[in-house]
């Protein structure tokens, strides 16, 4: 009987993270820039909301639920280049150059770029497997659009 009451107090476990895929990768990736200059802001939070949404098809909530697993990836997670690389071998160019212009839709979001942001993005395009150019294009490409 005692067991029992006490068992009550316990803390449940927590559930367990899904195995990281391309889109969880991704997300998390998008986590990282935006947690790297230590302010993780509104506005990249919206972005990463909405980019989850836009790309996998999600509704709002869903898209929200979504990142919040992608946190918490982000903060046990493997380095940079590991995400990436799972992208990598996960998805076509055409799709690695789009996580590109997603990773710097989100850097750009709050309106200000930082350096340590600018090494996230580097890192993930070099494991990403994109020159300078597709960087350059992706940039321009994520200044130029917004969702």
């Known amino acids: 009987m005692l067991t029992r009451i006490l068992s009550a107090f316990d803390h449940p476990k927590p559930a367990q993270l899904p195995e990281p895929d391309a889109k969880l990768a991704l997300g998390a990736l998008m986590v990282r820039v935006a947690k790297s200059d230590h302010e993780y802001k509104f506005e990249e939070i919206s972005s990463i909301d909405q980019l989850l949404g836009h790309m996998n098809g999600l509704k709002p909530v869903e898209a929200a639920k979504m990142r919040a697993v992608c946190e918490k990836l982000e903060a046990l997670a493997p380095a940079t280049k590991?995400?990436?690389h799972l992208i990598r071998e996960s998805v076509s160019y055409e799709a690695r150059l789009e996580a590109h212009e997603a990773l710097w839709q989100v850097m750009l979001a709050d309106g200000v770029s930082r350096e340590v942001e600018m090494q996230v993005i580097l890192q993930s395009r070099e494991a990403l497997g994109l020159s300078e150019?597709?960087?350059?294009?992706?940039?321009d490409k994520a200044d130029s659009d917004a969702i």
């Open 133 to 139: 150019a597709d960087c350059q294009g992706a940039r």
């Open 82 to 84: 590991d995400f990436a």
